[in-house]
């Protein structure tokens, strides 16, 4: 395929994995992920990655350089490349669902993890 299209909202939205791969271009990658009630991804950096992500559903906060940011369906975030950051769900009950663009591309094409705890065993 040339490129890829599809309704990213209802693919967000049904996503139930904490992180998909959909799609790997040359110079970026689109990934789903969702977070369970009071998860986090953890505080990391990307020396060379610009990280983009979008909010569909649930509540949060995003910290970014020590600055904290509350966040909902709807918000959007850019992290630049060597930003240190982190990305919260604040709810107790919901599920906090986002995409991301990596740029360049961070995961192995097609890289699918079911929870955090097989993303970090496996080194993601």
């Known amino acids: 395929m040339a ?10 939205e049904k996503n139930e994995n904490y992180r998909q ?51 909902k369906d709807g918000f959007a975030i850019v992290v630049p490349a060597g930003s240190q950051h982190n990305i919260i769900n604040t709810s107790t009950t919901e599920a906090l669902k986002l995409y991301t663009i990596y740029s360049p591309a961070q995961h192995p094409d097609g890289t699918i993890h079911g929870t955090k705890a097989e993303a970090v065993a496996k080194g993601d």
């Open 3 to 12: 490129g890829f299209v599809t309704n990213i909202e209802e693919a967000t």
């Open 21 to 71: 791969v959909l799609f790997t271009a040359p110079h970026s990658q689109l990934v789903l992920m969702t977070l369970q009630p009071g998860e986090e991804i953890g505080m990391e950096v990307h020396p060379n990655v610009d990280q983009f992500f979008r909010f569909e559903e649930g509540e949060g906060k995003v910290i970014i350089d020590g600055e904290e940011h509350e966040i």
